[in-house]
C-alpha cells in the first residue's frame, strides 16, 4: 500500500511539473510559435518556367506531408504555361502550314489569285549578247 501511494505522488509531480513547463511555469514564459515553412524555391514569377527551375523545385515538409496549397498552386502555373505553349505551338505550325502552302502554288497577286506564268522567263543579263 505504502509502494501505491508513493507510485501516486510520484506521477502527480510529474505531470504539474510538465503541466508548469509547457503552460509556461519558466521565467521565458511558453514556447513561441514556430512559423510554418514554406516554399524555398518558388517558381518565377517574371518569366516563363523551365526545365530547371521544375528540377529545382523543392516543396517544404508539413506535418502529413507536402503544403497541399503549395503544390496545387505549382501545378496550376505550370498547367496554365504549358497550355499557353501548347495553343502558341499550334499557332505557329498552322502558320506554317499555311506559307508552306502559299508557297507551293505559287506567288498570289493582290486580288488574292495565284498567277502561275506560262511565258518563258525573261533572259538574265548575263545570258543577254
Known sequence: MVMFLFLVVALAVVVAAVTLA????????PL??????????????DRPVDRADVEGLRFPLAARGYRMADVDDALSRLGAELAERDARIADL?????G?????????MHASGEH??????PAPRQEDRP
Not at 505550325?93 to 502550314?97: F, G, H, Q, R, V
Open 93 to 97: 505550325e498552322s502558320a506554317l502550314a
Open 22 to 29: 509547457v503552460v509556461g511555469g519558466g521565467e521565458n514564459g
Open 99 to 107: 506559307a508552306r502552302a502559299a508557297s507551293a502554288h505559287g506567288p
Open 32 to 45: 513561441p510559435e514556430a512559423a510554418p515553412e514554406r516554399l524555398r524555391d518558388p517558381l518565377p514569377p
Open 115 to 120: 498567277h502561275v506564268s506560262m511565258d518563258k
